[in-house]
């Protein structure tokens, strides 16, 4: 069981240059998040899906775009990287509360560099 | 919105004592998850414990136990007997009950176990 899985894990980019973050869970969540880790900073939620076809802002969107095409892919696109966008990204997904989750379960992690 | 505050960012502890970890949060909200979330250098993010609200008898998972405080909005972490495992960044985390059910997390403390 894959669980969460971000692909890729390592990248670095360019200024101006624009990427998209794959993630993909296995576990039929219906809810998925995009945080970067900043040290010093925590987690801070970019942008978050509660169902296939939805997608809402988080606390720092900007900079981001994200789609949820199917219900086990979430991805996040940079259009133009700038070097405050050098971070750690983390995936996440949950099912609802409703549903009996209450646990959010993370993908490994991707260290973007910006230069 | 809610917001969680953790004032440690640091923390060392003898191997074999015992350490407290603080987060207090804000909300509106009557029912609501709290967790903290450990993570180690291989980045990896991992529950160690979860308070659901309307429980007032605190969690323990073995080493790990909270003093959750409602009226206080205070969600604290106490590891008894540190072992040099336990050195991590961890995470407290406020989960919505209503809503979209976002969550939201801390700044973080970083814990060293001294040997």
């Known amino acids: 069981n894959a669980g969460v899985t971000q692909t890729p894990k390592f990248r670095v980019l360019k200024t101006g240059q624009s990427m998209t973050l794959l993630c993909a869970q296995d576990m039929n969540h219906e809810y998925m998040y995009w945080y970067r880790q900043d040290p010093g900073m925590g987690l801070r939620l970019i942008h978050y899906?509660?169902?296939?076809?939805?997608?809402a802002k988080g606390e720092v969107p900007d900079g981001y775009n994200v789609s949820r095409l199917k219900k086990q892919n979430f991805l996040l696109g940079l259009e133009s990287a700038a070097p405050s966008q050098t971070s750690v990204y983390f995936c996440a997904s949950s099912p609802p509360i409703a549903q009996g989750g209450t646990e959010a379960f993370f993908g490994q992690g991707t260290r973007l560099t910006v230069v | 919105a809610q917001t969680v505050t953790q004032s440690q960012p640091e923390m060392s502890v003898q191997e074999a004592e015992t350490v407290t970890l603080s987060c207090t949060y804000d909300t509106s909200e009557s029912d609501y998850y709290l967790f903290w979330y450990k993570q180690p250098p291989s980045r990896q993010m991992i529950l160690v414990i979860r308070?659901?609200?309307?429980?007032?008898q605190n969690a323990t998972e073995n080493r790990f136990s909270v003093n959750f405080q409602k009226a206080a909005k205070s969600f604290s972490l106490k590891i008894s007997d540190s072992q040099l495992g336990d050195a991590a960044m961890y995470f407290c985390?406020?989960?919505?009950?209503?809503?979209?059910?976002?969550?939201?997390f801390g700044t973080g403390t970083r814990l060293t176990i001294i040997p």
């Open positions: 985390a406020y989960r919505e009950y209503f809503g979209n059910e976002k969550l939201t």
């Open positions: 308070q659901e609200a309307y429980k007032q």
């Open positions: 899906s509660v169902g296939e076809g939805t997608t």
